[in-house]
């Protein structure tokens, strides 16, 4: 769980069988359908789904170690405005903290956590003066601010993360922020596609309409909710399962089909014939 500065209370949102009942119900509501089936979900397209939900939980145990070695040197966070995470080529993260001009064509590194001997921690660098960065960097930091301009200021503490693409554009998410330990939040959350350039938003998926506070015990087997906004899982479904603890096997209804995400974040379906749960 990444520190929140402003932590906020949860509210329950039923138990483990009311949700199921829940998920069933919305499913089989006029119109939840669609008139025919969607095709198949390809292996493709369910790996990169894994991939991405892999990533996203990777950039958040980074970020939430370096953000306690970052809390830890009291900074004005009045004048660092900008985080972002990026994989080296040696599989580590490094997290840069720093100001994005108002033109958005540089980022002035201030802070930068890298990998300490001890694994799962990290040790701050001190930039004095701040570092002026004009590449990859300050380009995800562009986005960031790109996609956050869109996005606005939610009423709850939410986590960004940005991940670049092959083609050089960029993935940003912002992802509801755990503030209480006893309950995973999960939904209400947002993809964006940036372009290269670190300004054009190409599109806006909202992954999940509903915020839910997933309380899941030990005793439980795996985990269940719905996508209605698609008819596969979403990146944050498998972020979901690689950081909620207890770890859990997740398991999606969709209106098509019903996906278990396995505990290293693997997908498999099988058909759903919604008929049966009117």
């Not at 669609?34 to 789904?49: H, K, M, R, Y």
Request: charged content about 20%; aromatic content about 8%; hydrophobic content about 45%.
């Amino acid at each position: 769980m990444r520190p929140s500065l402003t932590p906020q209370p949860l509210n329950s949102r039923g138990t483990f069988n009311e949700r199921l009942k829940a998920a069933l119900v919305a499913l089989t509501l006029p119109g939840a359908l669609g008139a025919q089936a969607s095709s198949v979900p390809s292996d493709t397209l369910l790996e990169g789904i894994t991939a991405r939900g892999r990533l996203l939980a990777a950039y958040d145990r980074a970020a939430w170690r370096a953000t306690d070695a970052f809390m830890a040197l009291r900074p004005d966070l009045t004048v660092a405005n900008t985080m972002v995470a990026r994989q080296e080529l040696d599989g580590r993260w490094s997290v840069l903290f720093g100001r994005l001009s108002e033109t958005a064509d540089t980022l002035y590194l201030m802070y930068e956590a890298v990998p300490a001997e001890r694994p799962d921690s990290f040790v701050i660098r001190t930039h004095a003066p701040a570092t002026p960065l004009t590449g990859a960097a300050c380009l995800a930091g562009a986005a960031l601010h790109a996609a956050l301009a869109d996005f606005g200021t939610p009423e709850r503490p939410y986590n960004s993360y940005v991940l670049p693409r092959a083609d050089s554009s960029f993935w940003v998410y912002f992802l509801p922020a755990q503030t209480d330990r006893a309950t995973f939040p999960h939904g209400a959350d947002t993809r964006y596609w940036i372009a290269a350039d670190g300004h054009r938003i190409l599109d806006k998926h909202p992954m999940h309409r509903a915020l839910l506070n997933l309380a899941l015990p030990d005793r439980a087997v795996s985990g269940l909710h719905t996508v209605l906004v698609d008819d596969v899982p979403q990146d944050s479904d498998v972020f979901l399962v690689l950081v909620r603890r207890p770890r859990r096997p997740e398991l999606i209804a969709t209106a098509h089909y019903n996906y278990h995400i396995a505990e290293d974040g693997s997908i498999t379906w099988r058909w759903a014939d919604r008929s049966r749960d009117r």
